[in-house]
């Protein structure tokens, strides 16, 4: 029935071949999509690829995805709505059925470094999968939802990611490539290591190769931008950070490690520093993110228990770029906070006294809740690593102690570190104040009793 309605001649039987969904619905096939849980019991029934007519079931699961967000001109009842209803049945079952269609999708990128061409409702289909398996590992690591396969999925998702082409100004892919680095950060430690292990040993990606390929294409481009003095614009600047948080998603699995050096991380790292220290970027907010990108990335860098000390780009420079971003941008501040505790030298006592000031800054924002809705609950997350930060910066050296004890800055921050402490700001209808007290409640005593 599933063949006869979704037309034969649509239906590959090889699965090397891309898959092509029905772009266009009849009124046989919109019952089908839309029939109650029938997606759910196809991916139920067909969970094995042994199974016979699989590719039939994956065929249909890419005209269901290609459907989730047609645009503005579809036709009617053409979209798919509430998606989730049916992912949240059995996660597990649709994870398995998504993991069909990026297989067929890593097959078809390979070809498509030999020439193939693919349509753009081939990319539709993927960027919607991935969105999909983007739900489901978050279902999985908020709400404990069983999902299994979660390797594979990280597998395929690395194996994508390296795969794609971005074309200059190409937001689809960008879009395509961060919805997988969200995915990939969801994964667990034991997942990700198995993944890493398994892409790197496959003989069609070339996983290493590959890495090395897009780190020196990333690096060539910054040279290049800044040697002609030409501005970054905003898709270089988003396909060059988020070749960088790919390999500090990696770098920071202790597996990771085993597979990617450690010192062209730093290169591309020094040649971004470089970049945006020229401050040729063609708008504030890709510069934002790059600062963000270079912060975070030393931050993780820094913290490896084997890892030698950074010596370049200059420490300064790193700093620079975490005290220009401002006190509100929680992002580059967690970030910079992880990296004073973890560096083994800090910079001079002036430098440090500045670094103290902000962070300082930050927290009072965070005592006041002066963030948005949205921002509250990473302020809280980031509020424990802050107050780190400035102890490391107190005990740094004698200078930074003397200038930090004479602030009058600092006896307000102590007056409100001891409110939120001794439960005077919590209100009865907001966890807020009570979650905060609970961060600081090991921390907090000892930062008064410093200072």
């Excluded at 396909?239 to 597979?259: M, N, P, Q, T």
């Excluded at 006294?353 to 948005?372: G, P, S, V, Y």
Aim: charged share 20%.
């Amino acid at each position: 029935m599933i063949q006869l309605i979704m037309n034969p001649s649509t239906v590959q039987n090889s699965n090397g071949s891309p898959i092509r969904p029905s772009e266009q619905l009849d009124p046989a096939q919109i019952l089908l999509l839309h029939w109650g849980d029938f997606m759910c019991w196809c991916w139920e029934t067909w969970n094995d690829y042994r199974v016979a007519n699989t590719e039939c079931v994956t065929q249909l699961t890419a005209t269901w995805l290609y459907h989730l967000q047609l645009g503005v001109d579809s036709a009617p009842y053409q979209d798919i709505h509430n998606p989730h209803i049916l992912l949240d049945k059995n996660p597990s079952a649709a994870n398995y059925a998504f993991l069909q269609v990026l297989h067929r999708s890593t097959t078809s990128l390979l070809a498509a470094r030999q020439n193939a061409i693919l349509q753009e409702s081939f990319y539709v289909v993927l960027f919607n999968a991935c969105r999909a398996i983007d739900h489901l590992l978050r279902n999985q690591l908020v709400c404990g939802a069983k999902l299994t396969g979660i390797e594979i999925t990280a597998k395929c998702l690395l194996g994508v990611f390296v795969l794609l082409r971005s074309e200059t100004g190409d937001n689809g892919r960008l879009q395509l490539k961060s919805t997988i680095l969200e995915s990939l950060t969801m994964v667990n430690e034991e997942a990700f290591a198995q993944a890493i292990n398994d892409t790197c040993e496959d003989k069609e990606i070339h996983f290493k190769e590959r890495i090395d390929e897009l780190i020196l294409q990333s690096r060539r481009g910054l040279i290049r931008s800044t040697e002609s003095e030409q501005n970054l614009s905003n898709a270089q600047a988003d396909e060059v950070r988020l070749v960088l948080y790919l390999l500090l998603r990696i770098w920071h699995s202790a597996e990771g490690r085993k597979h990617v050096q450690r010192q062209p991380i730093l290169n591309l790292l020094a040649s971004l520093t470089n970049r945006l220290l020229k401050d040729q970027i063609a708008s504030p907010l890709a510069y934002n993110r790059l600062r963000e990108a270079i912060v975070t990335g030393f931050c993780i860098l820094d913290t490896d228990p084997a890892g030698t000390p950074i010596k370049s780009p200059k420490q300064e420079d790193v700093w620079r770029f975490a005290l220009n971003a401002g006190c509100s941008n929680l992002v580059v501040t967690s970030s910079f906070s992880h990296h004073v505790m973890a560096v083994a030298r800090l910079p001079d006592p002036l430098t440090c006294a500045e670094a103290w000031n902000h962070l300082r800054d930050t927290m009072t924002l965070i005592f006041r809740r002066q963030f948005l809705e949205d921002e509250q609950a990473v302020a809280l997350i980031v509020s424990l690593g802050v107050c780190g930060a400035l102890l490391r910066l107190l005990y740094s050296d004698v200078s930074t102690e003397r200038f930090v004890l004479s602030s009058p800055w600092t006896m307000s921050f102590c007056v409100e570190l001891k409110k939120i402490l001794q439960g005077e700001m919590e209100e009865s209808e907001n966890d807020y104040f009570h979650l905060l007290k609970r961060q600081l409640i090991s921390i907090g005593p000892v930062l008064l009793d410093t200072t």
